[in-house]
């Protein structure tokens, strides 16, 4: 119903890990450290996997531990410093990446259906996920070879000074649930572009997808050690390694801006290079010259992707009193006509949330919500007929400055809808928050177009567009929304150091 990117889909492959098969050659059950498939040393200890949808047991992952996630250290460092990954040209790490993209192409179905069965999200966009991911593995397989240096003049006859990038070493990679694979692909894509090695902690939630990734890496060629995925349920004691080990140069994370905080804070010592994509309270206006259709497929676009659950998701709806009623009128019929399931039906729009903590989350918003006086206009209960997660499509509408709703990000199928009468209350509102990630408007004013774009307090802003993210453009956040970029040219440069080399007493006569 909204945009999807496109996937390639293998055919003979039909639904089932729980009904689906035909990728069982890529569901691993053992984490990947310097080449080698492993258990965890701690008996041999695992975790299940689940299925959001149906609550099954998909799969047992090994729960290594801080010795297990150091042998991965040690192995990515090995890695960096051996002579078959440092003497590798720009042009053969640019190859080796082409190869891993070809690879996850032609395994876009296998994929697709792991990354549903674990996440729960509909299959058409775990399919777009993977095209999505997999463009940021061919971009950076581009730019390695655009890692350029630079001869800069010298002010003295006899000297010439010379700039050059370096990759900074091993990289530890912490990423989130609700994109297993493209917040994967982001990162390690970047890194190997840059000449780094990496160290993979994917959430304890959809480790499968990450496995799987790593399975077509080493097949693609990737030399054991470049790439390692420590599989655990026990992230904060392998992420205060990460920050605390000398051997570690860089951290790249994306999740929530407590937990990002936490690891600036303890990578401090260290001075390590540290890449953070946080929460966003993403506003979404729209104002009274807006397309209103078009503000609509936006918004359905922006809001209920992954049932809501992405760091770019519109939270705050804030609409211009001329066209409120006709916004609200038209996105509740489209609301009304999503189709909710399980996600490995090929037409289903909404699945579940991805665990119990995140139903309470969005369940708890929206009572909060309601006992200070907002109106649930639409939902705003749980579907126990689908299944113990999902949750519901919610319209909530004159929602108070002091709800959840409007001061946090939910990260679920919730439309909180705010009145404003002019574009200085709208700006005001949008930018009154501490974070600062995605925002998005809908104006046909040209001039309003670029007050409000340069006014938006905010990383990344779409103006008559809902759907934002892309390969060749620089994703990430302001104020408490993060720290650097990835995607574009820009994402290479949290894994390269710069290096200024002077050449003196030169004679040129």
């Known amino acids: 119903m909204w945009r999807q990117l496109s996937g390639v889909a293998r055919t003979g492959s039909s639904l089932s890990l729980c009904r689906m098969r035909g990728f069982s050659a890529l569901v691993q059950d053992k984490a990947l450290v310097d080449g080698a498939w492993v ?19 998909i799969g047992k992952v090994p729960n290594m531990t801080v010795a ?30 082409k190869k891993w993209h070809k690879l996850i192409e032609q395994h876009t179905q296998e994929i697709a259906e792991i990354m549903t069965a674990e996440s729960g999200k509909p299959i058409n966009e775990s399919k777009g996920e993977v095209a999505y991911g997999n463009s940021f593995v061919e971009w950076f397989a581009e730019e390695a070879r655009r890692i350029y240096g630079e001869i800069v003049p010298s002010a003295l006859p006899n000297r010439e000074i010379i700039v050059m990038k370096q990759p900074i070493g091993v990289a530890a990679l912490i990423t989130p649930w609700n994109f297993p694979l493209a917040m994967i692909t982001r990162k390690a894509g970047a890194a190997l572009a840059a000449g780094c090695t990496v160290v993979v902690k994917p959430s304890e939630d959809t480790p499968l997808t990450a496995l799987a990734v790593a399975k077509l890496a080493v097949d693609a ?17 392998i992420g205060d390694l990460f920050c605390k080990s000398p051997d570690v140069r860089g951290i790249s994370f994306t999740g ?111 009572e909060d919500a309601r006992s200070k006086g907002a109106n649930i206009i639409l939902g705003g209960q749980p579907l126990p007929d689908k299944g113990s997660l999902f949750y519901a499509p919610t319209i909530v509408t004159d929602v108070p400055p002091s709800a959840q709703l409007y001061t946090e990000e939910v990260f679920g199928p919730v439309v909180s809808i705010i009145r404003f009468r002019d574009e200085e209350e709208a700006v005001k509102k949008a930018n009154d928050t501490r974070r600062g990630l995605a925002g998005y408007f809908y104006s046909q004013n040209l001039q309003q177009v670029f007050r409000v774009a340069k006014r938006m307090e905010v990383g990344m802003v779409g103006v008559n567009e809902g759907f934002l993210s892309a390969a060749e453009a620089p994703f990430g956040g302001v104020k408490e929304s993060g720290v650097g970029r990835e995607g574009s040219k820009h994402g ?12 003196g007493n030169l004679k040129y006569d």
Request: glycine share 8%; net charge neutral.
């Open 221 to 237: 060629g990737i030399p054991k050690g470049v790439i390692n995925v420590v599989t655990t349920n026990k992230a904060a004691p």
């Open 39 to 57: 258990d965890s040393s701690n008996a041999k200890a695992t975790f299940e996997v689940r299925n959001p949808a149906s609550g099954a047991v």
């Open 68 to 97: 297990d996630a150091q042998k991965a250290i040690d192995a990515a460092k090995q890695a960096y410093e051996s002579k078959e990954w440092r003497s590798l040209t720009a042009k053969d790490r640019s190859n080796l990446l």
């Open 256 to 366: 929530s801006t407590e937990v990002g905080k936490l690891l600036f804070r303890n990578s401090a010592d260290g001075i390590k290079r540290i890449c953070l994509e946080l929460g966003g309270n993403a506003p979404f206006i729209v104002f009274d010259s807006a397309d209103i259709e078009k503000a609509v497929d936006g918004a359905m676009a922006s809001k209920f992707r992954n049932c809501g659950q992405t760091c770019v998701s519109a939270n705050r709806f804030f609409v211009q009193n001329d066209v409120y009623d006709k916004f609200v009128g038209q996105l509740q019929k489209r609301i009304e006509a999503l189709k909710i399931g399980d996600g490995q039906g090929c037409d289903v729009e909404i699945g579940p949330l991805i665990n119990e903590m995140q139903f309470k989350k969005v369940s708890g918003f929206v």
């Open 492 to 503: 290479i440069d949290d894994y390269v150091d710069i290096k200024y080399i002077c050449m």
